[in-house]
């Protein structure tokens, strides 16, 4: 049974740019949650995917934006890249939108130059 | 909202040595998770223990959902059990979201 795999797992980009990130959720699970996290932080929620549709949104912009698939993997995209944008970013999947066990992905460390 | 804190910060450890990691949280919870992040940065599940306790070879956890605390018993260290520990739980009524702790950076030595 596959975990939880998001792609790529690394990535350099520069200030301005956009940027694509992906999710595939545990075999079974249909909810989707991205969080990021800064070194040396603990992880921030970033919005939840349920149903193809974002379920509940933490405290960033409008830049960063995701989506789900029928399949209900995810994407999330952030726009107009920051330097302080660079931080690892974490993908977790559950069953059901309730607070269900999550799991975490590798996670992808997206590097803003 | 929910605010989650966790003690010590910072652990060393020589292997072999047993240890206990705190959670706490400001409000009552339906769930809580406890996680140990690879020095790969991935989340690996440890306990998922809303109260009660429970057991995983040396690991064990403890919750006590009205006192707003969780344990995190680690036994018989080893080096691979150095990295960041977090707890992380719901970020209250009609949320979907997980608040982590600043985590608990251990460090096993050998």
């Known amino acids: 049974d596959a975990g939880v795999t998001q792609s790529p797992t690394h990535l350099i980009k520069t200030r301005g740019q956009q940027v694509t990130l992906r999710c595939s959720p545990k075999?079974?699970?249909?909810?989707v949650s991205w969080y990021q996290q800064a070194l040396g932080q603990g992880p921030q929620f970033i919005f939840q995917y349920y149903e193809e549709e974002e379920r509940q949104r933490g405290n960033f912009p409008d830049r960063f934006s995701g989506h789900q698939f029928p399949n209900y993997s995810s994407e999330l995209n952030v726009n107009a890249l920051l330097l302080g944008d660079s931080a690892l970013y974490l993908c977790?999947?559950?069953?059901?939108?309730?607070?269900?066990?999550?799991?975490f992905g590798q996670g992808t460390r997206l590097t803003v130059v | 909202g929910i605010q989650v804190e966790q003690s010590p910060p910072d652990l060393i450890l020589q292997e072999g040595a047993n240890s206990t990691l705190r959670c706490n949280f400001s409000d009552s919870v339906n769930n809580l998770q406890w996680f140990h992040q690879n020095p790969w940065g991935q989340l690996i599940n440890l306990f998922y223990?809303?109260?009660g306790t429970k057991q995983n070879g040396r690991l064990s956890a403890t919750t006590v959902a009205t006192e707003r605390y969780s344990l995190l018993y680690i036994s018989s260290s080893q080096t691979t059990d150095s990295g960041v520990y977090f707890c992380?739980?719901?970020?209250?009524?009609?949320?979907?979201?997980?608040?982590f702790g600043t985590g608990t950076r251990l460090k096993v030595l050998a």
């Open positions: 223990i809303p109260s």
């Open positions: 992380a739980a719901p970020g209250g009524s009609g949320t979907y979201k997980y608040i």
């Open positions: 075999s079974g699970h249909d909810t």
């Open positions: 977790a999947s559950s069953l059901l939108a309730a607070l269900a066990e999550a799991f």
